[in-house]
């Protein structure tokens, strides 16, 4: 299972649609990855997001469910 299994293309979405779209959902419905190094998760990072630093997430996406959409920054 590669990279593609859990992400489809999509066009980057502003601040405000994204606070549009976790303000409308629940967050059990979607995945919200931070994918920054762990002193920058420390120092603030959105209610609910999962740390996996973009150098982890191949060996880490298992850990996603593929089912929801998901919301990297």
């Known amino acids: 299972m590669g990279l593609s299994d859990y992400f489809k293309p999509v066009s980057a979405w502003a601040a405000g649609e ?8 629940d967050a059990d419905s979607y995945n919200l990855v931070d994918v920054r190094q762990p002193g920058e998760y420390e120092c603030g990072h959105l209610p609910g997001a999962r740390l996996i630093p973009l150098a982890e ?11 929801k959409p998901t919301i990297t920054y």
């Open 18 to 25: 994204v606070k549009k779209f976790l303000r409308e959902r």
């Open 57 to 67: 997430l191949q060996d880490r996406l298992r850990e996603l469910d593929r089912t």
